[in-house]
């Protein structure tokens, strides 16, 4: 009974906001090498987005070429992997060929979709993340038209597994980063693929496989009334509102078709969090965590979004908030500051920008603006005509 790693959505080079990720994902990523180094699994399945840009930037194509060598180089356990949504799939392959005879797989081409790669005597088909107008154009290419709207990402991919290859004598597995029905919500940040209702696979779709592997929704599920198609979830959680557990699952496959499949979740802990501290007042929040940095308690370091029931100004907020939490921010949802506004002096349609500065100065400052002021104005605005002549 061959076992596979399957894991998704490593988003290499993403941010939390304004927070670097890299040294997270690096950590989760050498927890997911002890995982392969206790298991030894036949493969480790990544099912799409590996990066989170098309064009990663170069610290995360580092980490990917790190560990692509720990897993299929160092310890000669092949890797399959296909383009999310957020990869560039042609960037993703590059020397994609060359690297297959040395045990990396990148399955990024639709038009191949239908040919598995047989690893421990399991066909791995990868389906790389599409859209409903690329199958059309692909079927029409094989000479078999398809009418499917730009929405229809269930019959597009209904299209794309009937042409799957499949030995009725062999287990097989399907690789795929879709959003699919049943499965939650997209996670904060992603392209939004579901729209209006529309856009989904529904998970009948993929079935007739021993395992399907997901990418695209980043908490690890299995699809309710289908405890074949899982999503693995992201090693990391890459918003606030990713609460609970980030890892990866082992997969049992059968020796045959149509046997029995085991699934063991496995966490990735981290030893920077993600949370989200809700309905306190600032100064509590501050003072808890001066004790908390004081009894040396590193959950201090964590990401943390902190939402306070403050409704008055907060002076100095972050730069106090950082001084306790150097990765926090802050999210204030109600005030009662009201703005104040008084009419402006005279005519809005013949006040000049002089004669605004004028009254927004004497409304500042309660005086005239010197001599030196007003000629600065002037300079200024004179220049700005200039420049629009």
Request: proline share 8%; hydrophobic share 45%; no cysteine.
């Amino acid at each position: 009974m061959p076992t596979f790693l399957h894991t998704a959505d490593w988003h290499l080079g993403k941010r939390l906001h304004a927070f670097r990720l890299i040294e997270q994902q690096r950590e989760a990523l050498e927890r997911l090498l002890d995982v392969v180094d206790a298991e030894q699994p036949a493969a480790v399945l990544v099912a799409g987005d590996v990066f989170d840009a098309p064009i990663p930037p170069l610290e995360a194509l580092e980490l990917w070429d790190w560990v692509v060598g720990e897993i299929v180089d160092a310890r000669s356990i092949p890797l399959v992997a296909i383009p999310g949504n957020h990869d560039h799939a042609v960037r993703l392959a590059v020397n994609a060929r060359v690297a297959r005879g040395a045990g990396l797989h990148v399955l990024h081409d639709l038009e191949q979709a239908h040919e598995p790669v047989r690893i421990a005597g399991v066909d791995v088909f990868g389906v790389p993340f599409h859209k409903p107008a690329h199958v059309r154009a692909l079927a029409q290419r094989a000479g078999t038209p398809l009418e499917v709207d730009d929405y229809d990402y269930d019959a597009a991919m209904a299209w794309l597994l009937r042409r799957a290859h499949r030995d009725r004598d062999v287990p097989s597995v399907l690789l795929a980063h879709a959003f699919v029905a049943g499965g939650g919500e997209e996670p904060e940040g992603e392209d939004a693929v579901m729209v209006g209702g529309a856009g989904a696979v529904l998970p009948g779709t993929l079935i007739g496989f021993d395992y399907a592997a997901l990418g695209h929704l980043h908490a690890p599920r299995a699809l309710p009334g289908f405890e074949r198609v899982r999503y693995a979830g992201s090693p990391y959680p890459y918003a606030f509102g990713e609460d609970g557990a980030k890892g990866v699952a082992l997969v049992d496959l059968p020796d045959r078709p149509g046997g029995a499949v085991a699934v063991r979740p496995v966490p990735l802990p981290a030893t920077r969090q993600v949370r989200v501290v809700a309905d306190v007042a600032f100064d509590d929040a501050i003072a808890a965590g001066i004790d908390a940095r004081r009894a040396g308690d590193p959950r201090v370091d964590d990401y943390l979004m902190l939402v306070v029931n403050d409704r008055g100004p907060i002076a100095h907020a972050h730069d106090r908030l950082r001084e306790v939490h150097p990765f926090a921010l802050l999210e204030q949802p109600v005030t009662d500051v009201q703005a104040s506004g008084r009419p402006l002096p005279g005519d809005v349609r013949t006040l000049s920008l002089e004669d605004l500065f004028r009254d927004f100065y004497r409304s500042t400052f309660g005086a005239e603006p010197d001599a030196l002021e007003l000629d600065v104005l002037r300079e200024a605005l004179a220049a700005d005509a200039e420049d629009a002549a």
